[in-house]
């Protein structure tokens, strides 16, 4: 037979969204924040981002083609770890800071543990807070030709004031992507519009972070406070970007809030009473880690049956 | 008001443009017609013709065989040219019986009847298994064991499923446009079986033309309803239906009588009318010939057991080569290898997809999105069924209620990573099916 046909069992027909689709969305979603990182901190800002993504990206296609795997390293998903890497590191950090980051990041923890979908905690963050953890001192210092002093979260640690203007414009110390808030609410309206991410995981980490403030905080219902709170750190990027991640977040809808909840209060518990002025990341990590037992937790009702 | 749906589904791009327009159009078979002894759910029947035998339009040529059987009828006049087993839609060969049209269709002369209001409830159900009536919109379960419920009382709403979620398909569609009073007419019949019920049209909001054609011709009859539904794929599911019409859930052991409903599909109404009315038998059925391969996609009332491959030539022949041939809908249908098989009671479409259309990807691995759960309209994990089934794992599919899939496809539609899941779980439902474990 010339014109052979495709025989094949049903469905016949695809819809459009691919996995690389969905990672060259997540990027343009996250270049308000990086655009803004390369104005508010200079051209060093995108040196971090170029070294981040070409390692992490090299990387997975060097461990593809030696381990004799399938090469998925086109997919954008490593594009996405190391632009999200870049983004939380601060400016003035040596260049091989990234280099070893994503490398831990996209190595380690992404394809020792089976490549894509088979994480168990969230690259990006995992190579963050190695990085945090090896070189604190590159890692903690903030300083810059723009910045100087305490970050604004810092100096709410310390129990000074922030202009809350400043902190959702963005124009403050801090880590490359972390400072706009507008920006970073800007992706995220992007993420929700192409229907990437839905509300249920951001919604409860906000929520309940939100709460716990309101409670444990000392300060009730402040607004000024919250918004500082809110918008300082990398608590916007990391609750709109990294706690929405697909691999490691719960598959059901149930666990997803569950998920959420569990990120808003372990970031206010670290946040309140951790030595750490940052402990979002750390939060979400520990969720990651939780997220198989979350899954089972919350198996969905079928249609038509009993619980 | 939002109109009345369910959770999950999906919004395939629809393609009904085709065909849409196209006036159902008679077709007259050229070749020889070839019936299948098993056009349904149930026993197949039992042929009572010889060969060399002449038969005409409307002649029992195989006869039901039990309760859960219909009788199987010429649709055509001419001669019996051979009784052998022949290749259908699924694959298999299965015993056919094979008549040379002779361009006559004379008709099997019908004797003098009571008009069906005279009948008894019990005569008009057997008169609907005479005429041998299926389900025709895909599962073909005889329609008399549907209406033969045990407790007609309890039957509060009887669903006409006018939703034809499937991408392409305007049979129904042109049914209710040109003929919506023989709809309302069907209808009357079944409800004067269930005196407590009420008889709902369910219909897609993106069906304006038959929502109003519809509701012209039952505005007299007080006991039905046309109740628009939000169009979403699988909206024409029984069980979507049903919870969409009343709020009520079914599951996959359940029967739509349990939930008080009883769901019939447009031409199984049309072919109930035509059986009660006139006593006309089920010998043809409304085909959606189309496709992007095709010249003239069109509608044709096709008697059953002619060759898929005459209704290519019908609809002008191909515009482009075609990649693939479904018989039925993108979503459902059953791909063929060979277009030598003839159109049987539930043969709603023939598509013919060019190689665009029937796209091929390559899966690759879960990124654990989440999509195929939010397309899932039983509320299942597809993700996780899917990687079950490849690797055997029984009990824990059944745990994960593997076993209500539907088999809608929703999940492979959406999913990213172009991963087969609705293949893979189908695989093992058929398996734990065969060993009888539900």
């Known amino acids: 037979m010339e014109n052979r046909m495709n025989v094949s069992v049903s469905p016949h027909i695809r819809g459009t969204m691919s996995t690389s689709n969905i990672m060259r969305l997540v990027v343009l979603a996250l270049l308000p924040a990086a655009g803004f990182g390369i104005y508010n901190f200079g051209i060093r800002a995108l040196y971090h981002m170029l070294v981040c993504i070409v390692t992490c990206v090299l990387t997975e296609f060097t461990f593809e083609a030696f381990a004799d795997r399938p090469v998925a390293a086109g997919d954008f998903s490593s594009v996405v770890t190391g632009l999200l890497l870049a983004m939380s590191l601060p400016v003035n950090a040596p ?28 690259p990006a963050l995992a190579g963050r807070c190695f990085l945090l953890i090896s070189f604190a001192k590159h890692m903690t210092n903030f300083t810059c030709d723009a910045y100087t002093g305490p970050t604004p979260l810092e100096a709410l640690k310390l129990g000074e004031e922030v202009d809350p203007l400043f902190l959702i414009m963005g124009s403050t110390g801090g880590s490359i992507g972390e400072t706009s808030a507008v920006a970073i609410l800007i992706g995220a309206i992007l993420l929700l519009a192409f229907g990437i991410i839905n509300l249920r995981i951001p919604a409860s980490c906000f929520l309940v972070f939100t709460g716990m403030l309101i409670f444990l905080g000392g300060r009730g219902f402040d607004d000024i406070y919250l918004v500082q709170e809110l918008c300082s750190g990398g608590l916007m990027l990391a609750f709109w970007f990294m706690a929405t991640d697909y691999t490691t977040s719960p598959i059901t809808k149930r666990g997803q809030v569950l998920y959420g909840a569990l990120i808003g209060v372990l970031a206010a518990l670290f946040r309140l009473y951790g030595s750490a002025s940052e402990g979002v990341s750390y939060a979400i990590l520990l969720a990651n880690l939780l997220t198989p037992i979350i899954e089972k937790m919350t198996i969905p009702r079928a249609f038509g049956r009993r619980r | 008001m939002a109109h009345s749906t369910f959770k999950g589904g999906i919004h395939p791009h629809k393609r009904k443009r085709f065909t849409r327009e196209k006036p159902i159009r008679e077709y007259y078979p050229k070749g020889e017609l070839v019936y299948p002894v098993s056009q349904h759910i149930g026993g197949p029947a039992v042929p009572v013709v010889k060969v060399g035998d002449r038969v005409l339009k409307g002649q029992v040529i195989a006869k039901a065989d039990g309760y859960i059987s219909v009788p199987i009828h010429a649709s055509v006049s001419g001669t019996v040219k051979a009784i052998e087993p022949r290749l259908t839609v699924s694959g298999n060969k299965v015993l056919s019986i094979v008549v040379e049209n002779d361009n006559q269709y004379e008709r099997m002369p019908i004797e003098p009847f009571q008009p069906w209001q005279e009948l008894e409830p019990g005569e008009r159900i057997l008169q609907i298994q005479k005429a041998g009536v ?8 005889p329609t008399h064991v549907k209406l033969a419920v045990k407790n007609p009382k309890k039957i509060r709403a009887v669903i006409v499923n006018c939703s034809e979620c499937e991408p392409y398909l305007t049979s ?235 088999e809608c496809g929703s999940c492979s539609f959406v999913c ?23």
Request: proline share 4%; glycine share 8%.
């Open chain 1, 95 to 122: 260049l091989w800071i990234g280099f070893a980051g994503s490398l831990f990041a996209v190595l380690v923890v992404k394809m020792f543990f089976g490549g894509i979908g088979q994480n168990i905690v969230n």
């Open chain 2, 134 to 141: 299926v389900g025709m919109g895909g599962a073909g379960f």
């Open chain 2, 172 to 406: 129904d569609y042109r049914r209710m446009v040109e003929n919506p009073e023989w709809l309302v007419m069907g209808l009357k019949m079944i409800l004067s079986l269930f005196e407590r019920a009420v008889g709902i049209f369910a219909i897609e909001d993106s069906k304006r033309d038959a929502i109003t054609a519809l509701q012209l011709a039952s505005g007299k009859e007080s006991r039905m309803e046309v109740k628009v539904l939000e169009t979403k794929y699988p909206q024409g599911s029984e069980r979507m239906l049903i919870y969409a019409c009343t709020g009520k859930e079914i599951n996959s052991s359940m029967l739509p009588a349990d939930a008080g409903c009883i769901v019939h599909n447009v031409d199984t109404v049309c072919a109930i009318y035509q059986a009660l009315a006139f006593r006309r038998p089920l010998t043809e059925r409304v085909v959606t010939v189309t496709g992007k391969a095709l010249v003239n996609p069109c509608n044709f009332n096709v008697p059953i057991g002619t060759s898929f491959a005459e209704l290519i030539d019908a609809a002008g022949g191909y515009l482009v080569e075609p990649k693939k041939y479904v018989s039925g809908g993108p979503m459902m249908g059953i791909s063929l290898f060979d277009l030598n098989v003839p159109v049987v009671k539930t043969s709603s479409a023939l598509l013919c997809m060019t190689k665009d259309d029937a796209a091929r990807f390559r899966p690759c691995a879960c990124i654990r999105c989440g999509s195929c759960v939010e397309a899932c309209p039983e509320g299942l994990i597809p993700a996780k069924l899917a990687d079950l089934a490849e690797h055997f794992q029984e009990e824990q599919f059944r745990d994960l209620y593997g076993m209500e899939c539907l």
């Open chain 2, 416 to 438: 990213p990573a172009r991963r087969h899941l609705t293949q893979s779980i189908r695989a093992m439902r058929r398996s734990l099916l065969a060993k009888g474990k539900r």
